[in-house]
């Protein structure tokens, strides 16, 4: 029996297949327009995505880095639900649906899953790349515009990624108070950057008055103990790199690294790590430094070394977010 074709190899054909025919000077030129859009802080009242060809080269330069990203934390969020899997999903802001697949990637089955965006060209797209993954036949791709005022139907799941930075103050605020009265979870994935690290602060904080226990990143729901201004909380996932990347970015390695910050807020009974790798690990002659979040609401290094044995080499295969320590093996 052949097996299946994981979510993330189906994405990353269909969007190949998708940028055939499109010039790719027209591809490479939407793309630096909408990095510099997506970058900056500014929040915008019109969608940034504009017309097919802005979705086009949007889908094809940003979905696989979404995908990676929210479905990094989404493993993360899973590890602390064991057992749990998401009965619904919503997806705001979601464009072109890169959430959707991650979820589809992080538990089997289907659902019922709405994807709510203000661009339509981005919707009409999306429910085009969706028909390649059997998970997503049955998802609906609503207009809707993000921001206060927003109706949501209740979910199991709710996931907001990359999202935020468009908001005002005000709309960023409705926002999560609207997903935390309509969801059981919800998960914020921003840019790894001090500003997108400063809204899920923002959005974290509120979740938590809102009655919601934190599964991941932090091992606690405490205070973050970064000191404002002084660092941020970030993460990496690996992202093959594509020909428009390299056309676009130059190098010839064949993958990036796509840094983000979020938080997994539940109100599910969560097991949240007891530590959690907050730096790249730095693997040295005999020993590995690890910085670690804890549950006691501080930041640490320690130090482990061979004598450690069996945890000496498990933390020399310990990745930057990552548990720690790791589970035992049955």
């Known amino acids: 029996m052949t097996a299946p074709v994981p979510p993330a190899e189906v994405l990353r054909r269909s969007l190949a297949q998708m940028l055939d025919g499109l010039p790719p000077s027209q591809a490479a030129g939407a793309v630096e327009r909408l990095m510099a859009a997506y970058r900056g802080d500014t929040p915008t009242h019109a969608p940034i995505l504009r ?62 899953v709405t ?24 998802a609906r791709w609503q207009r809707a515009r993000i921001g206060s005022g927003l109706d949501l139907e209740p979910a199991d799941l709710l996931t907001v990624s990359y999202v935020l930075n468009e908001l005002t103050e005000s709309d960023r605020t409705a926002l999560v108070d609207a997903a935390a009265a309509a969801a059981r979870s919800v998960v914020i994935v921003e840019a790894g950057t001090p500003a997108g690290y400063a809204r899920v602060i923002e959005a974290r904080d509120r979740l938590i008055r809102a009655g919601f226990e934190i599964a991941a990143p932090c091992p606690h729901s405490a205070a973050c103990p970064i000191a404002p201004g002084t660092d941020w909380c970030h993460f990496s996932a690996r992202v093959p790199r594509s020909s428009l990347h390299r056309r676009v970015k130059g190098g010839s390695l064949a993958y990036e690294d796509e840094k983000f910050s979020y938080v997994a807020a539940t109100r599910l009974p969560a097991e949240a790590a007891p530590a959690r790798v907050v730096r790249r690990p730095q693997i040295r002659k005999g020993q590995v430094l690890l910085d670690l979040c804890e549950a006691d609401e501080e930041l640490r290094r320690t130090t482990i070394t061979k004598r450690h044995g069996d945890l000496y080499k498990a933390a020399r295969d310990t990745d930057w977010g990552s548990a720690w320590p790791p589970e035992p093996a049955l």
């Open 51 to 112: 017309d097919r060809a802005d979705v086009a080269a949007y889908a094809a330069y940003r979905m696989p880095a979404t995908f990676e990203a929210v479905r990094s934390a989404l493993g993360a969020f899973a590890d602390a639900v064991p057992g749990w899997v998401p009965g619904s999903h919503v997806d705001i802001g979601g464009g072109t649906g890169a959430a959707t697949w991650a979820v589809t990637d992080t538990w089997a089955g289907t659902r019922p």
């Open 115 to 138: 994807v709510l965006d203000w661009a339509e060209p981005a919707l009409a797209l999306g429910r085009e790349l969706a028909a390649a993954n059997p998970a997503l036949a049955g």
